[in-house]
């Protein structure tokens, strides 16, 4: 555990060079927080209307609009100056639920002797191809084409080779020179072809199979919601498999016809012209898959800077707002997980935004972010620093809310005793660690414990919540956290189980930090390095 220790030569500074909000601004601003207004919007978030706001239903709409309307009502500027206040962001899920290539004589397995991306196929049921047309690379384009003599491929199976045609002497035929051109280092654009001219399917030569399909198995298996829109493979490409040579053998079953396509391949590297090869066969494929999407929103509001020097510079105050939603009748209220979390945010959104309209708002900017995605894997963060509206280097510090209502377990029985867990706030900054100390010490004296702080701790709290990508960006972080309790992730996280003079405490102790951050004359100092997790 990291031990206390005193702090005033960091902050000797504070009082000294800039003159910062004199301390009875600071006090006033801080006691605008009550536990009163932050039973209102509990009461609204974990209500039976929102249904446990799930990622993606109506519930997390509904308070995604809630917040949204609250920034707006408190004067808050819309990110980047959109016209809402939301971050769209796209979860998608595809994966195969049944996937086949067979001949008359044998049965192929995927993964093994050919694969194939969920992502850039469409489902189609079982089909019988009776025909193959070999059409070279794929390429269509002014420096070489493959298409020359072809006006359709309506209905059609094509066969093609991976990469792009090269002489002996390792040169493009498409860039003259060794480096590759984006026909071969994008294979997507040959589906896009082939889709144009109407074939049904295309089947790649994989000549570096066994290196690729590692990578191809990474992705394939991975049935985890990712950060992205569907490619919408059924209008921009041709569906398609990657095939081991010894399949390509197989599929051709004839060796003159295997010798016409390998002989046509190497006229086009030697700079020919491609004489397509037209074959028999007999072969069935399937692909079918499931695609999930969820459609969901980050809310961002913005209290811009007072200082021209220093206004670029951004404190990020976050929390999740998304839960479990409904199972059946049962609703997954998340009134601790993280309603409180994200009352917290609103409090302190408020307060400073009173303070802002009153000529006596924050030096730096301050960015509010209620994430949604965070019970689907930290996906609403991870969405933000891999699509940020502002650039990351100008983040200072992310403050972190997440369960801070409650009791757990180990404090159950310390009557009296307010605490909070502190995690990551030294990881990167120790100047972040003795901002808090200080803040809490002057303003709130909760006991702060870092047992879940420890590298050691096997709960992995650290990388556990939105703050975790943002440190993985080497932004420093502190997250609040009040421990698990008999209730978490059960329908019984209720509001009537929230301390909300605890809420309200903790609230204070997050604004003091905030403000510290947000007014002192020198951004903090970063001096360690993020560890990855293992």
Same mark, same amino acid.
């Given at each position: 555990?990291?031990?206390?220790?005193?702090?005033?030569?960091?902050?000797?500074?504070?009082?000294?060079?800039?003159?910062?909000?004199?301390?009875?601004?600071?006090?006033?601003?801080?006691?605008?927080?009550?536990?009163?207004?932050?039973?209102? !919007?509990?009461?609204?978030?974990? $209500?039976?209307?929102?249904?446990?706001?799930?990622?993606?239903?109506?519930?997390?709409?509904?308070?995604?609009?809630?917040?949204?309307?609250?920034?707006?009502?408190?004067?808050?500027?819309?990110?980047?100056?959109?016209?809402? !206040?939301?971050?769209?962001?796209?979860?998608?899920?595809?994966?195969?639920?049944?996937?086949?290539?067979?001949?008359?004589?044998?049965?192929?397995?995927?993964?093994?002797?050919?694969?194939?991306?969920?992502?850039?196929?469409?489902?189609?049921?079982?089909?019988?191809?009776?025909?193959?047309?070999?059409?070279?690379?794929?390429?269509?384009?002014?420096?070489?084409?493959?298409?020359?003599?072809?006006?359709?491929?309506?209905?059609?199976?094509?066969?093609?080779?991976?990469?792009?045609?090269?002489?002996?002497?390792?040169?493009?035929?498409?860039?003259?020179?060794? $480096?590759?051109?984006?026909?071969?280092?994008?294979? +997507?654009?040959?589906?896009?072809?082939?889709?144009?001219?109407?074939?049904?399917?295309?089947?790649?030569?994989?000549?570096?199979?066994?290196?690729?399909?590692?990578?191809?198995?990474?992705?394939?298996?991975?049935?985890?919601?990712?950060?992205?829109? @569907?490619?919408?493979?059924?209008?921009?490409?041709?569906? #398609?498999?990657?095939?081991?040579?010894?399949?390509?053998?197989?599929?051709?079953?004839?060796?003159?016809?295997?010798?016409?396509?390998? #002989?046509?391949?190497?006229?086009?590297?030697?700079?020919?012209?491609?004489?397509?090869?037209?074959?028999?066969?007999?072969?069935?494929?399937?692909?079918?898959?499931?695609?999930?999407?969820?459609?969901?929103?980050?809310?961002?509001?913005?209290?811009?800077?007072?200082?021209?020097?220093?206004?670029?510079?951004?404190?990020?105050?976050?929390?999740?707002?998304?839960?479990?939603?409904?199972?059946?009748?049962?609703?997954?209220? @998340?009134?601790?997980?993280?309603?409180?979390?994200?009352?917290?945010?609103?409090?302190?959104?408020?307060?400073?935004?009173? &303070?802002?309209?009153?000529?006596?708002?924050?030096?730096?900017?301050?960015?509010?972010?209620?994430? &949604?995605?965070?019970?689907?894997?930290?996906?609403?963060?991870?969405?933000?620093?891999?699509?940020?509206?502002?650039?990351?280097?100008?983040?200072?510090?992310?403050?972190?809310?997440?369960?801070?209502?409650?009791?757990?377990?180990?404090?159950?029985?310390?009557?009296?005793?307010?605490?909070?867990?502190?995690?990551?706030?030294?990881?990167?900054?120790?100047?972040?660690?003795?901002?808090?100390?200080?803040?809490?010490?002057?303003?709130?004296?909760?006991?702060?414990?870092?047992? !879940?702080?420890?590298?050691?701790?096997?709960?992995?709290? !650290?990388?556990?919540?939105?703050?975790?990508?943002?440190?993985?960006?080497?932004?420093?972080?502190?997250?609040?956290? #009040?421990?698990?309790?008999?209730?978490?992730?059960?329908?019984?996280?209720?509001?009537?189980?929230?301390?909300?003079?605890?809420?309200?405490?903790?609230?204070?102790?997050?604004?003091?930090?905030?403000?510290?951050?947000?007014?002192?004359? +020198?951004?903090?100092?970063?001096?360690?390095?993020?560890?990855?997790?293992?």
């Amino acid at each position: 555990m990291i031990g206390l220790f005193c702090c005033c030569s960091m902050f000797a500074f504070a009082q000294s060079g800039h003159q910062l909000l004199d301390d009875a601004i600071r006090l006033k601003v801080a006691e605008s927080i009550s536990a009163g207004d932050l039973n209102i !919007y509990l009461d609204t978030l974990a $209500s039976e209307e929102f249904e446990g706001r799930e990622t993606g239903q109506l519930g997390q709409k509904k308070a995604a609009a809630y917040i949204a309307n609250f920034f707006k009502a408190n004067g808050l500027l819309t990110p980047n100056g959109q016209e809402n !206040y939301f971050q769209e962001i796209n979860f998608l899920g595809e994966r195969w639920t049944k996937i086949q290539l067979k001949t008359d004589v044998k049965t192929y397995r995927h993964l093994w002797d050919f694969y194939a991306y969920p992502g850039t196929n469409a489902s189609v049921e079982m089909t019988e191809v009776n025909e193959i047309l070999f059409l070279g690379y794929g390429i269509k384009d002014e420096k070489y084409s493959d298409y020359k003599e072809i006006d359709s491929l309506s209905g059609k199976t094509i066969l093609i080779f991976d990469g792009e045609p090269m002489s002996s002497d390792s040169i493009s035929r498409m860039t003259g020179t060794d $480096s590759l051109s984006i026909w071969a280092t994008d294979w +997507r654009l040959k589906l896009k072809v082939a889709k144009e001219y109407g074939a049904d399917q295309v089947l790649i030569i994989d000549r570096n199979f066994k290196k690729n399909l590692a990578q191809a198995r990474k992705e394939i298996l991975n049935t985890r919601l990712r950060m992205r829109k @569907g490619e919408n493979p059924a209008e921009n490409y041709a569906n #398609n498999m990657f095939i081991t040579t010894n399949l390509l053998r197989d599929i051709v079953n004839d060796s003159i016809i295997l010798r016409k396509i390998i #002989n046509a391949r190497d006229q086009v590297n030697a700079g020919g012209k491609l004489e397509p090869v037209n074959f028999t066969t007999s072969i069935i494929l399937n692909q079918q898959k499931r695609t999930r999407t969820i459609a969901s929103e980050n809310v961002l509001g913005i209290v811009e800077g007072s200082d021209p020097n220093l206004r670029k510079e951004m404190i990020i105050v976050s929390g999740h707002y998304d839960h479990l939603g409904k199972r059946g009748d049962n609703i997954y209220f @998340g009134a601790n997980d993280n309603g409180s979390g994200t009352s917290a945010v609103l409090e302190i959104t408020q307060a400073i935004a009173k &303070a802002k309209a009153e000529g006596n708002g924050p030096r730096r900017t301050i960015l509010f972010m209620l994430f &949604a995605g965070e019970e689907k894997g930290l996906l609403g963060s991870k969405y933000y620093v891999t699509y940020p509206l502002y650039d990351l280097k100008d983040a200072v510090a992310n403050v972190n809310i997440d369960m801070v209502g409650r009791v757990d377990d180990i404090y159950q029985d310390s009557v009296g005793m307010e605490h909070i867990y502190v995690i990551g706030a030294d990881r990167l900054s120790t100047e972040l660690h003795d901002i808090n100390e200080e803040m809490n010490k002057n303003y709130t004296k909760i006991k702060l414990d870092y047992r !879940y702080n420890e590298e050691s701790d096997p709960n992995r709290y !650290y990388y556990r919540s939105d703050h975790y990508n943002f440190a993985e960006q080497n932004i420093p972080i502190i997250f609040y956290f #009040n421990g698990t309790h008999e209730d978490y992730h059960r329908i019984s996280d209720t509001v009537d189980k929230i301390d909300f003079n605890r809420l309200e405490n903790v609230t204070k102790l997050a604004f003091h930090t905030v403000w510290q951050l947000a007014n002192q004359d +020198r951004r903090i100092v970063v001096d360690k390095v993020e560890k990855q997790e293992k």
